[in-house]
């Protein structure tokens, strides 16, 4: 806090402080040369004889209070912190909750089948915008809620009721990577209204007529080694894992709507992984995203 600047005495003041006082102009202390400015204190009255002892009567103004304020006990001083402490966590975690629910969300990947693109323990970032103000395309990694109850029973042991809590909560506000118990994540082959089939003649995947290259596929796996063909229904999505060996996705479920899942199911698109540190890197779309009719 800045403080005022003090007034500056002298010729900045009134007329009474310039003009002599006339009970002295006339008196003696005229004739000896007294100056009636010298007679004013620190605190700005005038002195009628004895300047100095009424000088020492400052010592109880502004400057006495302003040191008698700024000690502070140590208790309030450790209060004052603590209070700063927590109004810093609770911002944070109220920023941290507000990105997890509208921007960008962390998942950990429990199982093989998006092998090797994805490995078990890898963490990824998914983003909320798409779909949304981005639209989906052909190739993109996405994470859904398992409506449809593709995953087995989860076997998740329980770590004891505070530690679940505390993991939950941390999990619930997006400063722990939310686990895969009721999500799954697989590539996006086929759109709503596509016709996606396997195979050609060389025994590939083809969308709408088209075949598509598929660099990311585990090492010795065939795009699929069963048929299918179909057309994906509306506000419906047609996936499969890179893994397509070890991967229960869209051809492991041809009873519910052919295989297909709810467009609104879907999370998120994965974008990058952000852990282990030496497998940091992007997700990048396949090249197929922009020619496949």
């Known amino acids: ?21 006339p009970a002295h102009a006339a008196g003696p202390g005229s004739e000896n040369g007294h100056d009636p400015e010298h007679g004013r204190d620190a605190g700005g009255g005038r002195n009628g004889g004895n300047g100095a002892g009424n000088g020492d009567g400052g010592g109880d103004g502004p400057d006495d209070a ?27 975690l109220g ?18 089948s998006m092998e090797n693109t994805l490995l078990i323990g890898d963490r990824v970032l998914v983003s909320k915008l798409t779909p949304g103000p981005f639209e989906l395309k052909h190739g993109d990694i996405v994470v859904f809620a398992d409506s449809g109850k593709w995953l087995p029973p989860s076997d998740h042991q329980s770590e004891g009721a505070i ?43 083809t969308v709408n007529g088209k075949a598509i290259d598929e ?15 179909i057309t994906v229904p509306a506000g419906r999505l047609w996936v499969m894992g890179d893994h397509r060996s070890d991967s ?32 940091i890197g992007t997700l990048p779309d396949p090249s197929y995203a922009k020619t496949v009719p």
């Open 1 to 21: 806090m800045t403080e005022a600047p003090a007034q500056a005495s002298g010729e900045g003041g009134s007329k009474s402080d310039r003009e002599p006082d």
């Open 66 to 92: 302003r040191s008698g304020g700024a000690s502070r006990s140590p208790g309030a001083a450790l209060f004052a912190a603590g209070r700063e402490i927590l109004l810093v966590l609770a911002i944070a």
């Open 95 to 112: 920023l941290s909750l507000l990105i997890k629910t509208f921007l960008v969300q962390a998942f950990f990947i429990p199982s093989v």
């Open 163 to 205: 530690r679940d809590g505390i993991r939950s909560g941390l999990m619930f506000v997006g400063l722990l990577p939310a686990d895969s118990d009721e999500h799954l994540i697989k590539r996006v082959i086929g759109l709503p209204g596509d016709k996606v089939a396997c195979c050609d003649a060389q025994g590939r995947v």
């Open 215 to 229: 660099p990311y596929l585990y090492p010795g796996d065939v795009p699929s080694s069963q048929p299918f063909s």
């Open 248 to 279: 229960a996705d869209s051809r492991s479920h041809p009873d519910s709507f052919g295989g297909t899942i709810p467009l609104s199911d879907v999370v998120g698109k994965a974008f990058v992984k952000v852990w282990p540190l030496d497998r």
